[in-house]
């Protein structure tokens, strides 16, 4: 059972850059597909980027695709966000997710696994 705990969020200025990362504690985590969701009071949890279990594979929101990065460990059975230019409509709770299959998928009822969340606020 996939244990997920995000790191690296804070308040940040716009146009920097940060990197969210994720830290699986359980025992299947090369079996899994990785993700990360953004979520705003009042919304859904947004899908912003994800990863098939070899790492082989990535898919990007049009919100970060360009300026975002994803990319897992399965040694240290780690994920991160690296995130550059960043904007204040970035700022939102970062939500690490898996799912006990190998491909990922865009929606948040997918997956079963979840962090606590890392907020980042980005100040213009």
């Known amino acids: 059972q996939a244990q997920l705990e995000e790191s690296g969020g804070g308040l940040v200025q716009a146009g920097k850059s940060l990197r969210l990362s994720c830290a699986d504690s359980g025992r299947t985590f090369d079996k899994q597909a990785l993700a990360w969701f953004r979520h705003v009071p009042g919304k859904e949890r947004d899908f912003v980027a994800a990863i098939n279990w070899s790492g082989g594979v990535t898919y990007y929101s049009d919100s970060v695709k360009g300026r975002s990065t994803i990319s897992r460990d399965n040694t240290l059975k780690t994920m991160t966000l690296e995130m550059e230019s960043l904007k204040p409509e970035d700022t939102g709770v970062y939500y690490c997710?898996?799912?006990?299959?190998?491909?990922?998928?865009?929606?948040?009822?997918?997956?079963?696994?979840w962090g606590q969340g890392t907020q980042v606020t980005v100040s213009s």
């Open positions: 997710a898996a799912r006990s299959v190998r491909w990922y998928s865009l929606e948040s009822r997918e997956y079963e696994f």
